[in-house]
């Protein structure tokens, strides 16, 4: 894969924020599959196990979904998946992949390849990242609704996030606030906890800091006192063998020069019997003048040697005190000093805790009050958009076929006395509240809602929130279930209203909706060779009717079907129109 296939039509779109190209290779049954996506609204049909499911799971992987080995086509070693996204308005993108230093211009191209043999390689923009960046930074690109991803609506907290997203509400001074609170909590805490634990810290940090100072360390000590201690050494070396030279040669009883005298008198007296033996007296008398002059030297030498032995053991109980003190306060003389100052620096601060903990105590109460204020201030702002989001989102529901739905946001602000009742979300609790049938109460949406029902609250939702939701793509994933006719019409006359917004990608079974589509991507599967090959194509405006056809007759196409699809797509096109 060359990512500048994908560029040299990248511009073509007239809408920014959105999936431009997609490859995937050995996926489940896509052998390779190559899509030019285009704005607005996309369609995938096809029939049951042609491949639609294994496109969106493709998209999942480029986004940073858990990783699923055995997704890795038969016979092959490695899938990858290939995508290009448009992030021209997407500010919270660019943020993320500034913060993990990847350089990008209009496009971000995300490369997974995850390899049967358990490892995976994962590249934006030809940086190589990890699967927990790729997960963030995927997470602001597409959102992926269907009947096992409508997580985000039985997710009470993500119910909280729907409703400030709806009324644009800022929350940051809340949550700064909050954390600023909680700061202060927790080092009022340390404090008090210093403050009780201060006799036994103090009594410590005394005996600490008299045992360095009372020792008077100084810079480069320890190295002073080894050079010192290696002269001294070497010294009493020199004295111990010189000294045994002396004795050995001049000063014990049977020294060295007192054989030899003896040896040089008993020559001369052989001398006097034998004239012949006079050249050895003469070489003997020699010997015995250099040999007492080479002592004597030797004498002199030594008594010029310097030796403290008493020095010695001096350097050697200073260098065991420094090395008791490394054991305890630092490797070395310059940590030892550095504790020093520490511990003093601390003492000075526990003398004064009394006065810390006062000005804690005053910064908490004054972050509370804050906090308090700035809580309360968002919580009726929540309480004022419950109504309007109520009345929009069953404005929608109605649209969507559920003339008897009730939505209903519950804004519950926490008052707890036994727990702080601050988040760094404010105050409150919110819970969506549905029914689907007239004579039903309200219940909380987790409890009562189908599958169906799931996807048709999200595409009202999200058609609320079309303004304000930065993500570049959704995909509505089997939003079909349950539905047909009329409805179906209405769902995709729906979808379409949001495509004008952002890129939304559809995968359907029902003409009535796949007729609004500004793309309809055909899906398709072959057996070649006893192996199933998925297939996907871009239906052109001539062979649209036909595909659309297949939907409402199934393989058999009559040209009752055809001529229904034409209408369809004229209907559903001058609809498009008006909602432009």
């Known amino acids: 894969f060359q990512s500048s296939i994908f560029q040299s039509s990248f511009f073509q779109s007239s809408i920014l924020d959105m999936l431009t190209h997609l490859r995937i290779c050995h996926l489940a049954t896509i052998e390779l599959l190559e899509l030019s996506l285009d704005?607005?609204?996309?369609?995938?049909?096809?029939?049951?196990?042609?491949?639609?499911?294994?496109?969106?799971?493709?998209?999942?992987l480029a986004i940073g979904k858990k990783t699923d080995y055995g997704l890795v086509r038969d016979q092959c070693e490695k899938l990858s998946v290939e995508a290009v996204f448009d992030i021209r308005k997407l500010p919270h993108t660019q943020k993320l992949l500034s913060a993990s230093e990847i350089d990008f211009d209009d496009a971000l191209i995300v490369r997974r390849i995850i390899r049967s043999a358990g490892s995976q390689r994962i590249f934006l923009n030809d940086v190589s990242v990890n699967l927990k960046t790729l997960e963030s930074i995927g997470s602001s690109l597409v959102q992926i609704h269907g009947q096992h991803e409508n997580k985000d609506l039985l997710d009470k907290q993500e119910h909280l996030r729907f409703l400030d997203t709806f009324g644009n509400l800022d929350t940051l001074p809340v949550y700064h606030l909050y954390h600023a609170w909680h700061d202060s909590q927790k080092l009022l805490q340390k404090i008090q906890k210093q403050l009780q634990e201060r006799a036994l810290r103090m009594d410590l940090l005394d005996y600490q800091i008299r045992e360095i100072?009372?020792?008077?360390?100084?810079e480069n000590e320890e190295q002073e006192l080894q050079e010192e201690a290696k002269k001294l050494v070497n010294a009493q070396k020199l004295a111990t063998l010189t000294y045994d030279i002396i004795e050995q040669g001049i000063e014990s009883d049977h020294s060295i020069l007192s054989h030899l005298d003896k040896t040089r008198l008993t020559l001369a007296q052989l001398t006097q019997l034998d004239s012949s033996l006079e050249p050895l007296l003469l070489s003997t008398d020699s010997a015995f003048l250099q040999l007492q002059d080479a002592f004597y030297q030797i004498s002199d030498y030594h008594s010029k040697i310097e030796f403290h032995p008493e020095r010695i053991e001096q350097i050697n109980l200073r260098l065991n005190t420094i090395q008791q003190l490394k054991r305890k306060y630092g490797k070395s003389l310059t940590d030892i000093l550095a504790f020093l100052e520490k511990a003093k620096e601390e003492r000075t601060q526990l003398e004064h805790l009394e006065l810390e903990v006062e000005d804690a105590e005053k910064?908490?109460?004054?972050?509370?009050?804050?906090?308090?204020?700035?809580?309360?201030?968002?919580?009726?702002?929540?309480?004022?958009?419950?109504?309007?989001?109520?009345?929009?989102?069953?404005?929608?529901?109605?649209?969507?076929?559920?003339?008897?739905?009730?939505?209903?946001?519950r804004v519950q602000t926490k008052t707890s006395e036994k727990t702080t009742p601050y988040s760094e979300n404010g105050m409150d609790l919110v819970r969506f509240y549905f029914s689907a049938n007239v004579g039903q109460e309200t219940r909380p949406f987790e409890k009562i809602a189908s599958g169906g029902e799931l996807s048709r609250v999200m595409?009202?939702?999200?058609?609320?929130?079309?303004?304000?939701?930065?993500?570049?793509?959704?995909?509505?994933?089997?939003?079909?279930?349950?539905?047909?006719?009329?409805?179906?019409?209405?769902?995709?006359?729906?979808?379409?209203?949001?495509?004008q917004q952002r890129q939304t990608i559809c995968i359907t079974h029902l003409p009535q909706i796949a007729s609004f589509a500004?793309?309809?991507?055909?899906?398709?599967?072959?057996?070649?060779?006893?192996?199933?090959?998925?297939?996907?194509?871009?239906?052109?405006?001539?062979?649209?009717?036909?595909?659309?056809?297949?939907?409402?007759?199934?393989?058999?196409?009559?040209?009752?079907?055809?001529?229904?699809?034409?209408?369809?797509?004229?209907?559903?096109?001058?609809k498009s129109k008006k909602q432009a």
Do not use: N, W
């Open 518 to 574: 500004k793309q309809h991507i055909a899906v398709s599967k072959i057996t070649k060779q006893g192996a199933v090959y998925t297939k996907a194509k871009a239906l052109t405006p001539r062979s649209l009717p036909l595909g659309l056809a297949k939907l409402i007759g199934g393989k058999t196409v009559s040209s009752q079907a055809i001529e229904t699809a034409e209408e369809m797509l004229a209907s559903s096109l001058q």
């Open 39 to 60: 704005s607005g609204f996309v369609v995938l049909t096809g029939e049951t196990g042609s491949g639609k499911s294994a496109i969106i799971k493709a998209i999942q």
């Open 363 to 409: 910064r908490l109460i004054q972050l509370t009050k804050e906090l308090e204020e700035a809580s309360k201030q968002l919580s009726q702002q929540r309480s004022d958009l419950a109504t309007q989001f109520d009345a929009q989102v069953c404005r929608q529901l109605h649209d969507l076929g559920m003339p008897d739905a009730r939505f209903q946001v």
């Open 459 to 499: 595409l009202a939702i999200k058609t609320v929130l079309r303004q304000q939701d930065e993500y570049c793509s959704i995909i509505f994933d089997e939003i079909d279930a349950g539905i047909s006719g009329r409805v179906a019409e209405m769902v995709g006359e729906k979808i379409c209203s949001l495509s």
């Open 213 to 218: 100072t009372d020792a008077q360390l100084r």
